[in-house]
């Protein structure tokens, strides 16, 4: 089984997809069921029956619970069994796990790790996607791929010049260089090109003609969220009187192979320009769906490379260098705080020599 990091919150899927009929979501290697009470509060737990572990999301929602469909077992949104119809007691192990949860600027955000270290506060700000002086375009994507390698990619974008030539590439992209800085957890990659044309999806969109420059720069809120500030601005101007774009990428891994991919792409340019938001619900679409194939060949590449064999990482790399470390050490430290709650096996006279 593959290693993550448990102790932060993953989006679980959108609040719209989130309602009274259970639905299922498997993060990390962890199945859980999302439904919603009488009064509208999100509800996540264990995917997993207590009684013979059969999916609580094949069942229904009762009152403010949720009925296994197997053998009736009804559970409420504590994780307590509160019912089982076959005796009128309930055993004491009758209970299945609940997990944390924020509903946040449309995003469900699931907490997967140790409970008592949840804090609502550390959910990313994304608030773009529900302010209304932005319009918003969304996505859902399941990539078959590791979600480090969508990471890597959200991190070096100079894959746009090759990948994306018909949307948002250019040759000029990776003629310039970045500027990497991290913050605690964070990692920013910058990228500032002077002077250029607007890609093509930007150029319709905005009717963005003649030379200005363009910026991106991703901030990686490492291991769940990359926010991606963008857009273009007049020549030698400040990046906020610009044409504005925050893309908001949150990257859940399902298992070692597969992850979920919600994308959102706010702009405060033609906020009511319904034409606009086709276009770029559609162009987009396309830049996904190239990443998707690029990164699933990646995948079997990575699964089918001789062991030893390394990635060669250049300057371009700098953000995905640092975030790989970041991840490495969150990883670490989860790994030895869960190996010191173990209780010691070792003999009492062994400990007391």
Known sequence: ????????????????DVTRKPVRRIICEQPIVLFRTQDNQAVALADRCAHRAFPLSEGRTIGDSIEC????????????????????????????????????DGWIWVWTGDADLADPADVPDTHWMVDPEWATVTHSYHFQCRADLIHDNLLDLTHESFLHKTTVGDDYIYEHGITVEVDGNVVSVDRLMPSVEAPP???????????????HCTEFFVPNLHVLHSGITGEGRPREEGFLIKVLNGITPIDEHNSWYYYAFSRNFAVDNAQATEELRIGLATVLDEDAAALEAQEVGMRTRPEGEHDVLIAQDGGVAKARRILASLLRKE???????VPSREPAASRRA
């Open 1 to 16: 089984m593959k290693m993550y990091v448990l102790n932060t919150w993953y989006v679980a899927g959108w609040s719209t």
């Open 69 to 104: 469909g197997y053998h009736g077992f009804t559970y409420g949104a504590d994780g307590a069994c509160t019912r089982v119809p076959a005796q009128s007691s309930i055993p004491e192990r009758a209970r299945v796990r609940k997990y944390p949860v924020v509903e946040k």
């Open 201 to 215: 999806l930007y150029a319709e969109t905005m009717d963005a003609r003649g030379l200005f420059d363009r910026f």
């Open 335 to 341: 790994q030895q705080a869960a190996a010191a709650a």
